[in-house]
Structure formats: structure tokens, C-alpha cells
T-cell receptor, first 114, second 114 residues
Framework: AQSVTQPDIHITVSEGASLELRCNYSYGATPYLFWYVQSPGQGLQLLLKYFSGDTLVQGIKGFEAEFKRSQSSFNLRKPSVHWSDAAEYFCAVLGSSNTGKLIFGQGTTLQVKP | DTGVSQDPRHKITKRGQNVTFRCDPISEHNRLYWYRQTLGQGPEFLTYFQNEAQLEKSRLLSDRFSAERPKGSFSTLEIQRTEQGDSAMYLC????????????FGSGTRLTVV
């Protein structure tokens, strides 16, 4: 069965520092992968997605992610974090191409220190 | 594009009462999803509609849960005889087939059962 693991429950970085959030997936075929961000009390916003092709994908708000099949990973990165990036981040894999159902990881909470 | 609207934003109910939530998707989106998110966890898939047809239901959707999308537009999620374990954020999302997966989420309805 497909699954997503986000090993880091909570990460703190200083404003201006670089960021990497880890995501590992379990999926038999080529996965469709997503990163979402959720601000407190809000719904989820799509940051970026990977279906095929270039393994480095660019997203909104200066985020990028790299798909590494050999490591079953899809890590999210940002070169310089802003205080407004503090939020919860979810990695997800497409569970069904027929329905579009997503399987989410448990999330990583990002805290940004001034 | 007014986004995905959910109503109410918050609901507090006593155990054993019935509650109903409403979701208004983006108007041209024919796919609609419900997810449940408990504290500290990622969203979990509940059910999927294509137009008015409910095409997939999760095992999480017990007999006390029912969802409808009568005219292929708005959707309702009803929980009968609520239990404390039903306390969660209920998220609605919508998409259209050409969107390439990755959908638009609403802000959610937070249910607290006391």
C-alpha cells in the first residue's frame, strides 16, 4: 500500500537560513508527489507537484523539491526562509489515478526564529 | 474563482447530536473530496464525488457518516450520533480532470464534540 513518511515532526530554523523538509514515500510505480502548506486554522495550499520529467520541480513562494527514485524521497527546499513561512507542511502521494485520492504524511511543523 | 467554501467554520456539539457540514466547490469543478484531519496528523481521505456520483468511500466513513452531492454542485457531510472521536477538522476539496491532480482545499470545518 502507498504511504508517506515525514521523519521530522517539528523543525526550527532561523530567518534567512536554508530549509529542507524530508519526505519518503512507498509506492510501486512512478509516484505522483505533492507538497502542501497549511497555516494555522486554514486549509491546505498546493506548493508544488511532481508527475514526471525533470526531477527538480519549482513551486510557489520560492520552494522547490527534488524527486530521488533511488532514495524514495521528495524533499522540499527553500534557500532562505522568511518568517511568513512558519506553518505546517504536508507531503502527499497520489493514491488513485482514477479518483485523485491523496495519501498524506503526518506533517512537519516549521518554526522560524527571528 | 471564489475558492472552495465550507460552512460552518466551527461547530461545537454535544455527544450524541447530529451535525451537517456544507461544502461549495469551485463552480466548474466536477470532482469533490472530503478529508478528515485530527490534531497533529495529515488529512485522511473520506470520500470522493464525480458530479453527483459518490465513487469511493473510505473505511473511515462509518455508518454514522453520510455524504451527498445532490446536483453535482455543493456537498453535505452529515455525522449522526456524534462521538468525541469525531472531533477533527473536516476539509473539502475540489478539482476538474484537466487540473492534473492536486486540488483546491477549503478552509475546513472544525468540529468539537463535548
Amino acid at each position: 500500500a502507498q504511504s508517506v513518511t515525514q521523519p521530522d515532526i517539528h523543525i526550527t530554523v532561523s530567518e534567512g537560513a536554508s530549509l529542507e523538509l524530508r519526505c519518503n514515500y512507498s509506492y510501486g510505480a512512478t509516484p505522483y508527489l505533492f507538497w502542501y502548506v497549511q497555516s494555522p486554522g486554514q486549509g491546505l495550499q498546493l506548493l508544488l507537484k511532481y508527475f514526471s520529467g525533470d526531477t527538480l520541480v519549482q513551486g510557489i513562494k520560492g520552494f522547490e523539491a527534488e524527486f530521488k527514485r533511488s532514495q524514495s524521497s521528495f524533499n522540499l527546499r527553500k534557500p532562505s526562509v522568511h518568517w511568513s513561512d512558519a506553518a505546517e507542511y504536508f507531503c502527499a502521494v497520489l493514491g488513485s489515478s482514477n479518483t485523485g485520492k491523496l495519501i498524506f504524511g503526518q506533517g512537519t511543523t516549521l518554526q522560524v526564529k527571528p | 474563482d471564489t475558492g472552495v467554501s465550507q460552512d460552518p467554520r466551527h461547530k461545537i456539539t454535544k455527544r450524541g447530536q447530529n451535525v451537517t457540514f456544507r461544502c461549495d466547490p469551485i463552480s466548474e469543478h466536477n470532482r469533490l473530496y472530503w478529508y478528515r484531519q485530527t490534531l497533529g496528523q495529515g488529512p485522511e481521505f473520506l470520500t470522493y464525488f464525480q458530479n453527483e456520483a459518490q465513487l469511493e468511500k473510505s473505511r473511515l466513513l462509518s455508518d454514522r457518516f453520510s455524504a451527498e452531492r445532490p446536483k453535482g454542485s455543493f456537498s453535505t457531510l452529515e455525522i449522526q450520533r456524534t462521538e468525541q472521536g469525531d472531533s477533527a477538522m473536516y476539509l473539502c476539496a475540489s478539482s476538474f480532470p484537466g487540473q492534473g491532480y492536486g486540488y483546491t482545499f477549503g478552509s475546513g470545518t472544525r468540529l468539537t464534540v463535548v
